[in-house]
Each structure stands twice: as structure tokens, then as C-alpha cells.
């Protein structure tokens, strides 16, 4: 008994670790993450009238358990298990006691239509405004943008859906059984077919103490270009106003010449990208974008002027001592971002600056796959378990919320926490079986 007591001095009472099991997870969540909104935010959205709803937190927290716990793989079950005698540390995570009064599958469904994308983004920039409080965590100047398909939830061809008695001859849509789901194509894979039907999920990606994570995303249908989103999606991480992002990495799919001007002037954002391979560069640029005096030799950048949008470039002091223009040459040139802000950027091509840039996108790019795959996990097959472009959404920004949720519990245990939070907690459970043991025997 004095192992148990000298292990519990600084940690709360032995009691509240065991009515959530001693599930460090769970624990972790109920001190360090803030929910509270949840019911400021949401609860108007139930009519007052009638049988009174569970609280929203509730809803909430079932929904965090079914997205982290990859032994839940619909939400049927979810419910199943929650009814469980023995999950009775889930029951008093999400506020439930009581078995008999755990939400049915269809409350989360009607949860999730009565909150709505709306809503859940307002959610979503909650947290991420909490998320930018804590120190060390974000590093939000520089942020990425890619996307990865989504696959719809449709059984079998297009067909026509409507209720005409002669559906040969009527005019309706052919559509899938998601109405909102096209064809998209993807990257060639070994078994993999390049199509699909489906969305593309699009997302916005920065730098944390615990790797690059997504903070908000936009769903589109998988036939919508790149190059339509990212001006919306600069737009959403702009209504953030803590968000301090000034530079966003793009590959070449997201970019229009407009829409990089328009980005830079409105939004103050500058759009980083690399050329294609087989570009056509500017005249005075060489094969690497890389901008050339008169003589052929590469300009050295100097930098950039954020008012004027024009960047600076000087020629190298060695080389132009021995230039036959070195008379008349006034050493410094300078070229309008507005004119070709692909090349002539805040951030130039070549520098080492951009290839660290272009780096994290990669990086950024692994992200996602890494999320697709633990997402395979959670649902045991890739076909998301809602359907409408809508529903689509709203699932995916719970999905970013819980996965920065995640985030930033890792970084609060390494920042917070003593080293050995885990194991204590561990070595408190193992204390209380011993004991029942011996109760037990006696």
C-alpha cells in the first residue's frame, strides 16, 4: 500500500483514474483539452421541447472514441460497446453512466446533420485558436496544401434514382447512390486501378511539435480541379485570425497566375510552388528558373520587397569585376511579382530557403498517406460510411479535429508531463489488480 500512495502524490485522486480505467487517453483528454464551448455552440441547435437530448459533449467525445480507437469500426458498434457493462471508463469519458441511457447510432447520425460543416469548422477554429496558444506546438508561418482521394460509399453503376414510371425515356440524372460522387483519377499504384469514384479531400497542413498535421480541409467531388480550392481554403485559414501564416507550398496543380496575385494583395499569402519538368521559363531565366544578366551569368537574389511585390537581385561581385559591362552595369535588377509571380516570388527558385519549402510539402505528402492508412484502420475498409458531399465534410473536419486533438496531447506529455506519466498510470492499474486479487483470496 505505501507504493500506491507515494505513486499518487502529485497526480489527482486514486478514484478519478479509476472511473476512466487508468486509459492514459482518456485521462489526457479530460484534463488537458477544452469541450466546454460544446454546449454554448451546439446546444441551441436542439429544440428545447420533447425528450431532452444527451449533451453535446457526449456526442462529441463518442465521436473522438470512434475515430481514435481502431477496434471500433462503425458506429453501431460503437454504441454496442458502450452498452458494455465492462466499458464503464468509456461511459464516464463521454458523461453517460448510465448504460441505459448511451446515445443510439441514429443520435450521432442526427448530431452530426443538426451540427452540420458550418458549424463543425466553428468548431474546428476553436481548437485550433486553442491549439495556437500553447507554446512550442505550431509553427504556423509556413503551411502546405495537397489532397488525397476519397472513396464514396456507392454500390455498383449510375442509374437513374428518380420516381418517373418510365425511366427509359425520362430525362433525369444518372447518378451513384451518393448523388454528390464522381469519377476522379489518382496516382497509378501496383493493384490499384487510377480511377475512382469518390471526393478529393484537399487540406491545408503545418509544422507541429509532433509532425505536420491538417487543420482544415475542404471536400470536393474527385472531377474538381486543384486549382479552384485553394484560394477558399486560404480564405477559411484567414478567418483565423491568430493564424499568422504567410507562406503556403503548393504543387503546380493548385496554382493560376491570378490566383497567386490575388492571394499575395488580399490575403497577404505567398504561394510557393517548383516548375515542371519541361516548363517554358522566362527569357531571362535558365533552364533551372533562375533569373540571368545580359552576359549569361546567375544573378545572386537579394531580396524582396513585400510593398512594391518586387524582387531583388544583384550579380556576383566576382564575375562582374572582369565584365565587359561592368561600366554601365548597375549591378542590380529587379523584377515585378505581378508580372510573372510564379519566377519572381517572395521566395525565389533555387534558393535553399525554397528547397526547404518544397521539402516540407513532401513531407506533407507522407502525412496524408500515413492518414489514409490509419483512416483504412478505423473503418476497415476505404470507403467512407457516409454519403452527400455535405455529410462527407462534416466527417472529415471531425476527423482534423480529433486528429489535432491527438497532437496536441503528445505534445502536452512531452512538455507538461513527466517522462513517466504513462507508466505510473500503468503502475496504478497493476496496483489496484493486485489488491482485487488478493480481496479475492481472502
Request: aromatic content about 10%.
Amino acid at each position: 500500500m505505501r507504493f500506491s500512495i507515494d505513486l499518487q502524490l502529485d497526480l489527482l485522486p486514486y478514484a478519478y483514474y479509476n472511473t476512466l480505467g487508468f486509459d492514459p487517453e482518456l485521462i489526457d483528454y479530460v484534463d488537458h483539452i477544452d469541450d466546454s464551448f460544446l454546449d454554448l455552440l451546439v446546444g441551441p441547435l436542439y429544440d428545447k421541447r420533447g425528450r431532452r437530448p444527451a449533451s453535446p459533449i457526449a456526442y462529441f467525445r463518442m465521436h473522438y472514441l470512434y475515430f481514435t480507437r481502431p477496434e471500433i469500426t462503425s458506429f453501431r458498434q460503437l454504441c454496442k460497446q458502450l452498452r458494455d457493462p465492462k466499458n464503464q471508463a468509456w461511459r464516464s469519458f463521454i458523461g453517460v453512466p448510465n448504460p441505459a441511457k448511451v446515445p443510439s447510432h441514429q443520435s450521432l447520425s442526427d448530431f452530426r446533420n443538426k451540427v452540420g460543416p458550418d458549424v463543425f469548422e466553428q468548431i474546428r477554429d476553436e481548437f485550433i485558436r486553442q491549439s495556437i496558444h500553447m507554446e512550442g506546438f505550431i509553427q504556423d508561418t509556413l503551411a502546405a496544401i495537397d489532397s488525397r482521394p476519397i472513396y464514396a460509399n456507392v454500390n455498383g453503376y449510375k442509374k437513374k434514382r428518380c420516381d418517373c414510371e418510365v425511366k427509359s425515356v425520362c430525362t433525369c440524372e444518372k447518378t451513384f447512390s451518393d448523388p454528390d460522387a464522381t469519377y476522379g483519377a489518382q496516382r497509378s499504384k501496383v493493384n490499384q486501378n487510377r480511377f475512382f469514384v469518390g471526393y478529393r479531400k484537399h487540406s491545408i497542413a503545418v509544422r507541429t511539435s509532433q509532425g505536420p498535421v491538417a487543420l482544415l480541409s475542404i471536400l470536393k467531388p474527385a472531377n474538381v480541379g486543384d486549382i479552384r480550392v485553394m484560394l477558399p481554403l486560404i480564405e477559411k485559414l484567414r478567418q483565423i485570425n491568430e493564424m499568422r501564416t504567410q507562406y503556403l507550398v503548393a504543387d503546380m496543380g493548385y496554382i493560376d497566375a491570378d490566383d497567386q496575385k490575388e492571394a499575395y494583395h488580399k490575403h497577404s499569402m505567398a504561394v510557393v510552388t517548383g516548375f515542371r519538368s519541361g516548363m517554358v521559363m522566362p527569357e531571362e531565366c535558365n533552364e533551372h528558373g533562375q533569373p540571368e544578366c545580359e552576359q549569361g551569368e546567375r544573378l545572386i537574389w537579394d531580396g524582396f520587397d513585400w510593398e512594391t511585390a518586387t524582387s531583388w537581385f544583384r550579380g556576383d561581385s566576382e564575375k562582374c569585376q572582369s565584365c565587359p559591362l561592368s561600366g554601365v552595369c548597375s549591378r542590380q535588377f529587379e523584377f515585378s511579382f505581378d508580372d510573372k509571380p510564379i519566377a519572381y516570388g517572395p521566395v525565389p527558385q533555387g534558393t535553399m530557403l525554397h528547397a526547404q519549402m518544397l521539402d516540407f510539402r513532401r513531407q506533407i505528402e507522407l502525412s496524408f498517406a500515413q492518414e489514409s492508412n490509419e483512416l483504412t484502420t478505423v473503418m476497415k475498409h476505404k470507403k467512407v460510411p457516409v454519403r452527400t458531399n455535405k455529410r462527407v465534410q462534416s466527417f472529415f473536419t471531425m476527423q482534423d479535429i480529433f486528429q489535432l486533438m491527438q497532437a496536441r496531447i503528445g505534445h502536452i506529455r512531452e512538455t507538461m508531463l513527466p517522462d513517466d506519466h504513462i507508466e505510473r498510470i500503468t503502475q496504478m492499474y497493476t496496483v489496484q489488480a493486485e489488491q482485487l486479487k488478493l480481496d479475492i483470496a481472502a
